[in-house]
């Protein structure tokens, strides 16, 4: 198969390509604007492979999504390409609405214009596979087991898991976009006939995430000896996710699921934020021991507004129909990636001092 997967220079399309040109004889072509977001180096093991290849092209432009289906052909499109960073679209929505929605929609245009020019056997087999997020259902009420309040009582009033059925609640201006996509994409499905399927998924961590991001933001800040911030109390949870089983069951739903489902990929590793970043301070105290603690390194700062308390996936629909289940637990995950950061600090510190966005790697235009 020939796989266009867009976004594949971030945290999660950079492990999908690598899982896809490591494991299976598919051939990648990669379709990334470059953001911030964007690194090439975490392609870095793939991108001689002969079966890679990039085009540095912006989603919401028309005509150079359309002459890269048209150079390309391909057999089925990943679209991962987003803006993805909460924080970032409470301090300005504007990119996300643009990528998110309306780059989703001049995707979802192109790809329908160049499906319709396929011969009727391979417009069956085609799939255009759009990765979401769990926070499109918004929060889940707050269990009292781990020793907090509940808020106005709404616990036991709604389902204590997200399962594909749960209607869609989002929260942030990153969440209600990627809320907007997903409605677009069933839509194409329903009024146009174009093979979908849908993933919605739970936090994801691991090797190559940008520093901004919770984990590798505190192991990075612990070894540098610099204040650990958490939200609020630190009492969000979420349930996390090591990317490459991500990657793994985002590679199954593509050749395997039924199109027009969703389905739900979560870890079943519910943490409270304060517990994930207590767990790396008590990990690097056993790798790189010190006087002090690394928990000493904690502080509370202003929660973010709207911040949703509680994500928790029902991934039992993926188990029983594909067969799929993380390999990781949270504490094998959470040790293979602190070791990973600690092991990489060169890709750390390219991204820390923007080199990475200086000198990229074989970028190329359409021609
Ligand atoms: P990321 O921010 O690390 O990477 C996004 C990639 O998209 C970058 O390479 C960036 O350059 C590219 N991009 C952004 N705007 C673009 C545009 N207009 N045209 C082309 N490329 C563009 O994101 P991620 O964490 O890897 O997430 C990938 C996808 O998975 C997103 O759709 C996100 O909503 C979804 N998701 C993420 C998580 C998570 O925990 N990170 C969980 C569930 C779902």
Redesign the pocket.
């Known amino acids: 198969m020939k796989l266009l997967i867009?976004?594949?220079?971030?945290?999660?399309?950079s492990a999908v390509i690598r899982h896809i040109i490591n494991n299976t004889d598919n051939e990648v072509i990669n379709?990334?604007?470059?953001?911030y977001?964007?690194?090439l180096e975490s392609l870095a093991e793939v991108s001689a492979s002969e079966r890679y290849s990039f085009e540095q092209?912006?989603?919401?432009d028309r005509a150079e999504v359309d002459h890269v289906l048209a150079k390309h052909q391909p057999d089925a499109i990943m679209?991962?390409?987003?803006?993805?960073?909460v924080d970032r679209s409470i301090d300005g929505p504007a990119d996300f609405i643009?990528?998110?929605i309306v780059?989703t929609y001049t995707l979802l245009e192109s790809t329908r214009q160049y499906w319709q020019t396929l011969a009727p056997a391979e417009r069956v087999r085609f799939r255009f596979h759009h990765?979401?997020?769990?926070e499109v259902y918004g929060d889940l009420p707050y269990p009292t087991h781990l020793g907090a309040f509940v808020e106005g009582g709404r616990e036991g009033e709604e389902p204590f898991l997200f399962t594909e059925q749960t209607p869609y609640a989002p929260s942030s201006p990153y969440s209600a976009s990627?809320a907007s996509s997903d409605h677009l994409v069933r839509a194409w499905q329903r009024t146009y006939g174009l093979p979908v399927l849908i993933t919605?998924?739970?936090?994801?961590?691991g090797p190559y995430h940008?520093p901004e991001?919770l984990i590798p933001l505190v192991i990075l800040n612990a070894i540098e000896g610099k204040p650990l911030p958490v939200y609020g109390e630190g009492d969000q949870i979420r349930d996390w996710l090591y990317v490459d089983d991500?990657a793994r069951a985002l590679y199954k739903v593509l050749t395997e699921g039924k199109t027009g489902e969703t389905y739900n990929i979560g870890g079943h590793n519910e943490k409270q934020n304060i517990v994930v970043v207590q767990t790396i301070c008590d990990i690097l105290q056993h790798l790189l021991p010190k006087d002090s603690s690394y928990r000493d390194q904690i502080i509370f700062v202003q929660d973010r507004p709207g911040h949703d308390r509680r994500y928790a996936i029902d991934a039992s629909k993926i188990q029983r129909e594909l067969g799929w289940v993380p390999e990781e637990t949270f504490e094998s995950g959470i040790q293979k990636t602190v070791l990973w950061y600690l092991a990489n600090r060169d890709w750390c510190q390219r991204v820390q001092d923007g080199s990475y966005q200086r000198e990229r790697l074989g970028v190329s235009k359409p021609d």
């Open positions: 867009t976004g594949g220079a971030g945290f999660i399309g379709l990334d604007k470059l953001t977001a964007g690194n092209v912006d989603i919401c679209h991962l390409a987003a803006e993805s960073h643009q990528t998110n780059g990765i979401s997020t769990d990627k919605n998924c739970s936090n994801n961590y940008f991001k991500h």
